[in-house]
T-cell receptor, first 118, second 111 residues
Framework: DAGVIQSPRHEVTEMGQEVTLRCKPI?????LFWYRQTMMRGLELLIY????????DSGMPEDRFSAKMPNASFSTLKIQPSEPRDSAVYFCASSRILQGGVAETSIYFGEGSWLTVV | QKEVEQNSGPLSVPEGAIASLNCTYS??????FFWYRQYSGKSPELIMFIYSNGDKEDGRFTAQLNKASQYVSLLIRDSQPSDSATYLC???????????FGSGTKLNVKP
């Protein structure tokens, strides 16, 4: 089975430019997460979706960040304008609820998008 | 207070020894607990999960949970150099899919 697919894997951009990160979750998974990882702050949950609807975006650092999930197989995380402090690895992850509504499942990560803003 | 706390390490153990990794969490309502392994430059991968108090064994790995003490641990028996990685503790809170991650403990297994 294909895992979570993210693109681009690496991006270097100049401060002020718009950055768009993309994610395809595992087929059949109805939860999608965006995490950011830095040495200083570790893994931070930015936002998550359930059935394409944003449920909790309290981790989105500021208005420069936005995320969308137009359908069950695609999500984007956009940073506009980008700043050097946004340099990090951005992970997309997905999970699902098992039959019967038992929410005992873990989340599975993509390989990450390594963003450098100079 | 962070939701999940881990000692950042590094924890160094000789090959063949038992490595013990620890984690504490703040929300008593937390329901499920996970250990992820992350190699340098890679994404986290799930090793084990545990829901009930006590021990859960899977090969060389044993997860231990003590809800009264809000404490989770991971034991790695017969440690191998290939176990050298950062180990992340994750806790799923009362809200189904609110996963909180610790900052990770770096493990070095010396040949």
């Amino acid at each position: 089975d294909a895992g979570v697919i993210q693109s681009p894997r690496h991006e270097v951009t100049e401060m002020g430019q718009e950055v768009t990160l993309r994610c395809k979750p595992i087929s059949g998974h109805d939860y999608l997460f965006w995490y950011r990882q830095t040495m200083m702050r570790g893994l931070e949950l930015l936002i998550y979706f359930n059935n394409n609807v944003p449920i909790d975006d309290s981790g989105m650092p500021e208005d420069r960040f936005s995320a969308k999930m137009p359908n069950a197989s695609f999500s984007t995380l956009k940073i506009q304008p980008s700043e050097p402090r946004d340099s990090a690895v951005y992970f997309c992850a997905s999970s699902r609820i098992l039959q019967g509504g038992v929410a005992e499942t873990s989340i599975y990560f993509g390989e990450g998008s390594w963003l450098t803003v100079v | 207070q962070k939701e999940v706390e881990q000692n950042s390490g590094p924890l160094s153990v000789p090959e063949g020894a038992i490595a013990s990794l620890n984690c504490t969490y703040s929300d008593r309502g937390s329901q499920s607990f996970f250990w992820y392994r992350q190699y340098s430059g890679k994404s986290p991968e799930l090793i084990m999960f545990i829901y009930s108090n006590g021990d859960k064994e899977d090969g060389r790995f044993t997860a231990q949970l003590n809800k009264a003490s809000q404490y989770v641990s991971l034991l790695i028996r017969d440690s191998q150099p290939s176990d050298s990685a950062t180990y992340l503790c994750a806790v799923k809170g009362r809200n189904f899919n609110k996963f909180y991650f610790g900052s990770g403990t770096k493990l070095n297994v010396k040949p």
